[in-house]
């Protein structure tokens, strides 16, 4: 059991490494990477298509990476927006890694790019562990999925900057319970901010490319509770007592 934990560690914190140097890089190009971590269905390639298109329209030079185990389709749903897209196909890993993303930007990613928005492989549970050089971590969940989500997957939802909650349109059809949902947030990452939003009718498209702007600027983000003494504040969170 030891030798599996000290090699989990290991993993990581080579991953780490690499992060911080992908982080310093792009950095120093002016990127700034957002990295989107959901469940399989949660609407993120939708909302996405509309943050690009919107970002597009505003003179905004973005891109996109778009990773999967198989297929090129959200890809080509991405393209339409008119911004640059790669899809990243896995192979069968149920994340990304800093190493993947590098090796997919060298050589692909356009000069003069500002934001580039990494779709990682939908999934709340092995992504959540893999720093991508990202500036911003969001993570996205469908009102489909229960407003208990948060407590299920906390360390994904522990360790986000931001919050954004999807397909609102169907809230009531669904019988999301959204200050249940707000109080688990709370629970799991107190002070993170929480953004609604409905690609179906462009509800909070412009507030959250507002807020990746803002990152871009120079805002300070969310500090999660992972990012100190995370372990402690999640099994206190989770105790039922």
């Given at each position: 059991?030891?030798?599996?934990?000290?090699?989990?560690?290991?993993?990581?914190?080579?991953?780490?490494?690499?992060?911080?140097?992908?982080?310093?890089?792009?950095?120093?190009?002016?990127?700034?990477?957002?990295?989107?971590?959901?469940?399989?269905?949660?609407?993120?390639?939708?909302?996405?298509?509309?943050?690009?298109?919107?970002?597009?329209?505003?003179?905004?030079?973005?891109?996109?990476?778009?990773?999967?185990?198989?297929?090129?389709?959200?890809?080509?749903?991405?393209?339409?927006?008119?911004?640059?897209?790669?899809?990243?196909?896995?192979?069968?890993?149920?994340?990304?890694?800093?190493?993947?993303?590098?090796?997919?930007?060298?050589?692909?990613?356009?000069?003069?790019?500002?934001?580039?928005?990494?779709?990682?492989?939908?999934?709340?549970?092995?992504?959540?562990?893999?720093?991508?050089?990202?500036?911003?971590?969001?993570?996205?969940?469908?009102?489909?999925?229960?407003?208990?989500?948060?407590?299920?997957?906390?360390?994904?939802?522990?360790?986000?900057?931001?919050?954004?909650?999807?397909?609102?349109?169907?809230?009531?059809?669904?019988?999301?319970?959204?200050?249940?949902?707000?109080?688990?947030?709370?629970?799991?990452?107190?002070?993170?901010?929480?953004?609604?939003?409905?690609?179906?009718?462009?509800?909070?498209?412009d507030v959250l490319?507002?807020r990746v702007t803002?990152?871009?600027?120079?805002?300070?983000?969310?500090?999660?509770?992972?990012?100190?003494?995370?372990?402690?504040?999640?099994?206190?969170?989770l105790d039922p007592?």
């Open positions: 059991m030891c030798r599996s934990v000290d090699l989990e560690h290991a993993v990581t914190a080579k991953n780490d490494g690499l992060a911080a140097a992908l982080r310093a890089d792009l950095t120093a190009r002016g990127v700034t990477v957002v990295n989107l971590m959901s469940s399989p269905g949660s609407g993120k390639t939708e909302l996405l298509a509309r943050v690009l298109g919107r970002a597009v329209e505003r003179g905004l030079k973005v891109a996109a990476i778009t990773a999967d185990l198989a297929t090129e389709n959200d890809a080509r749903r991405l393209a339409r927006s008119g911004a640059p897209v790669k899809q990243l196909l896995t192979g069968g890993l149920c994340h990304l890694e800093a190493e993947q993303v590098r090796a997919h930007l060298d050589g692909w990613l356009p000069d003069g790019t500002e934001v580039l928005f990494v779709e990682n492989v939908g999934n709340l549970v092995c992504p959540a562990a893999y720093d991508l050089g990202e500036a911003l971590r969001v993570v996205l969940m469908a009102v489909t999925e229960g407003e208990d989500k948060p407590l299920k997957y906390p360390t994904a939802f522990g360790s986000a900057q931001l919050v954004v909650v999807t397909k609102t349109d169907l809230a009531e059809a669904a019988g999301f319970d959204a200050r249940a949902f707000a109080e688990h947030v709370q629970r799991i990452n107190p002070g993170v901010d929480t953004v609604r939003s409905c690609a179906r009718t462009g509800d909070g498209v490319l507002d803002a990152v871009r600027a120079g805002e300070p983000v969310h500090r999660p509770v992972l990012a100190g003494h995370g372990e402690t504040h999640l099994s206190a969170a007592r």
